[in-house]
């Protein structure tokens, strides 16, 4: 019962990252404050799911899942990088 409402708790709160992941990606003016928002938040987010569903896996499937929340947070913060980057470069030109 417990681990059913920690569970629920964590995948509640990483749907609540989301959602406000992607509420910043279209209110937020700039580029550089929409990347924010997306990675972080959709990092944040993924790592709550990943910690929710590891009530319900085995110990093979929750190292599984922590090892795509890692490949997704490498991936996160390189191509983040790589968009502010050119994003910076493209201002530079105008």
Known sequence: MLGTLISSGL?????LFFIAGSVGMLRFPDSY???????KADSLGLGS?????MF???WWQ??????IW???????T???QLL?????TKQEQA
């Open 11 to 15: 995948l509640l709160a990483g749907l």
């Open 33 to 39: 404050s929409r990347l924010h928002a997306v990675t």
């Open 49 to 53: 799911v990943v910690a929710g569903l």
């Open 56 to 58: 319900y896996c085995n």
């Open 62 to 67: 929750n190292l599984l899942m922590l090892l």
């Open 70 to 76: 890692l490949l997704v947070l490498c991936s996160g």
């Open 78 to 80: 390189v191509s983040c």
């Open 84 to 88: 502010a980057r050119f994003c910076k």
